[in-house]
DNA sequence: CAGACATATGTCAAGAGTGACATAACGAGA
DNA sequence: TCTCGTTATGTCACTCTTGACATATGTCTG
């Protein structure tokens, strides 16, 4: 099983749902933190359904094309269950921006700020969509977030690693463009006083 | 060109180093946020060296087999520069752990605890052994860390970045189990209660 | 002297992931 | 009627990445 598997069944475990549907929630919520395109995820579902892990049925439409809505078998179930509390296999983080900022220094001031701003702003964005998503379940679903054995704690817990990646990404970016600013501004009036 | 041959120039831009160097290089510092193994480093230094980023030149040793010590060549210098500030193209985040999360409302509170908390402990051991080396550069380089133009500062702040990731994920790992964990004892407390 | 280990460089098959291509039904608006 | 957008499912070629295989030199230890 690949982890795409799991991220599929992951979601089936909570509600029945098309490939179409899937290649949605993996822009949204899900994609923040795993992503696929539904020329990944068409083959993946044939290979769960394969392997037993979930089932389909076709669901006819009158105002659409029709649709496979595929369903979390009890072995699925089992599966999602057991690879769930099994430690996670150590992936190496990629991160273009920091090794960007690994050779930043090759770089003229100006376009180094400017390209560090843009990015605390992205992540500023990012942030504060998840800020409004949480007030939104805080608000919502209340008492639930105490309760891991529902899947509301789960998809709490999940926007709360993102609230705090984002922080960190755009704090980070707003030191090194603070750094940067700091150092051209000192040399300007260097030049200044030599004049 | 690819953002590991990017990432290889980097490296190349601060000292000539063969691709046995290279290799110990993406394990280490670079390697927490690109990686790469030898499999994939030797035949992107040879496209490096076909399209005039790099130049090789045989060393040979007497109590090792003889080594390529490649070095970037101008083009090479001028490449990673007009890189280093071109915005980052968006590539999607993918954490196992946090998908993990999304399925843990299945999972057994015990071993989802125990996972959680083994996690913190791994990402808190990463966070000290980078507050290590910030607390060496911090003495050793001194007033370089302010400045920009320093491939010291560069490499501090790629050091930044990875003391707060792993200072944020260690935290939430740390929320995750300690809500899954006060649920547990809640219910506990229910449990005898109703005896 | 055998085996393990570090240095050093390479290839190759397989899997994961992307982007483009392909098809089709239906609704809305020009 | 034509085109565009949405829903819906699929394939394919290519790139990136991993893990295994392959080879060679020299040191150190049992």
Redesign the pocket.
Known sequence: ?????YAILGLLAQEAL???????RMRGRVGNF???????I??E??RLEEDGYAT?R??E??????????EITPDGLEALKVWATKPP?P??T?EELVLKAYSIWLAEPEKAARMFRDEELRHEEQLASYEETRAWMEGEWGEDLARPETSRFASYATLRRGIIYEKGYAEWCRWVAESVERASELAGEREKKSR
């Open positions: 099983m690949t982890t795409l598997g098309s490939g179409y549907d899937l290649t949605q795993w992503s696929a395109r539904h020329s990944q068409y083959p579902l044939a389909h076709v669901v439409q009158q105002e659409r094309p029709d649709k496979k809505v595929y296999s992936r190496p990629r």
